[in-house]
C-alpha cells in the first residue's frame, strides 16, 4: 500500500445505468497492480435477482422481512430506498476490510452516502455523471432489465440525484469508459499520498533524518 495500514472508504455514486459499477472493478483491476488491495462492499437488497446476477457477488438478495431485521439490529452502516426497492451496506463487512488494510468501494445511493459521510466522516465521496439524459436513457433501455415505468422512475430519480451531487468530493463524467476509469484510478492513487493518510511513514522519514542530520553535524 501506498499510504498507512488502514484502508481507505470511497463512496461511488450515479443514477442507476450509470457505470459505477463497471468503473468500480476496473479501478480495482489498476489499483491491484500497485499493491493496493481494493474491495467491492457488495450490498444487500430486497430487489429481484436479474438475468445474469448471482447470489453474494453482485448483491446479497434478501427478502423483506429479512431486510426489516437487518435494519433493526443495526447490521447496516447505510440503507436506503430506491425505486421502491431498499438497499444496505454491511457494517461489519465493510469495518473488517478497511481494517485489514484493504481500500472499500461502496456503490450506493446518494441516501446512503449521506448516512455514511455521518458515520464515517473521512469517507470519499464520488460522483459519476452520464455524458446526456439521452446516452442514460439509452442505456437503461439496452440492457433489458426494466420495464418501460421503471426506466421513467429511474430517470426523474436521476435528476433528484444530480442536485445533491455539487456535495460530493469528486465528479466523473462517465462518456469513454477508459477516460473514466483513469479518472477514478488517480483520484484513488491521490487520496493515499494526502500527508494525513501517510502520518507515519513521513514521522519515520523525518525521525531519521534528523537523526542523520545530529550524527553528522554533532560538535
Not at 446479497?60 to 451496506?89: C, I, K, P, Q
Not at 472499500?104 to 459521510?117: H, S, T, Y
Not at 514521522?203 to 542530520?213: G, K, M, P, V
Request: hydrophobic residues 35%.
Amino acid at each position: 500500500m501506498l499510504s498507512d495500514e488502514r484502508g481507505i472508504l470511497y463512496i461511488v455514486s450515479s443514477p442507476s445505468g450509470g457505470g459505477k459499477t463497471t468503473l468500480i472493478r476496473e479501478a480495482i483491476g489498476w489499483l491491484g497492480e500497485l499493491g493496493i488491495d481494493g474491495h467491492f462492499s457488495i450490498s444487500h437488497t430486497t430487489r429481484p435477482v436479474r438475468p445474469a446476477e448471482s447470489d453474494g457477488i453482485d448483491y446479497h438478495f434478501v427478502d423483506d422481512e429479512t431486510f426489516e431485521s437487518m435494519v433493526h439490529r443495526g447490521d447496516f452502516l447505510e440503507w436506503a430506498e430506491y425505486a421502491n426497492y431498499r438497499y444496505g451496506t454491511s457494517r461489519k463487512a465493510v469495518e473488517e476490510q478497511l481494517s485489514a488494510g484493504h481500500d472499500v468501494f461502496l456503490d450506493i445511493e446518494v441516501q446512503g452516502a449521506n448516512q455514511v459521510k455521518t458515520l464515517m466522516p473521512d469517507v470519499v465521496k464520488i460522483f459519476v455523471y452520464p455524458p446526456s439524459y439521452e446516452v442514460l436513457e439509452t442505456r437503461l433501455r439496452e440492457r433489458r432489465q426494466d420495464p418501460p415505468e421503471a426506466i421513467k422512475r429511474r430517470l426523474q430519480w436521476a435528476l433528484r440525484e444530480f442536485q445533491v451531487a455539487g456535495e460530493f468530493d469528486y465528479a466523473i463524467i462517465n462518456d469513454r469508459l477508459e477516460e473514466a476509469v483513469n479518472a477514478l484510478f488517480g483520484i484513488c492513487i491521490a487520496e493515499h499520498q494526502k500527508p494525513t493518510r501517510m502520518k507515519r511513514q513521513l514521522d519515520a522519514i523525518r525521525t531519521a533524518f534528523q537523526e542523520s542530520l545530529e550524527k553528522d553535524f554533532s560538535p
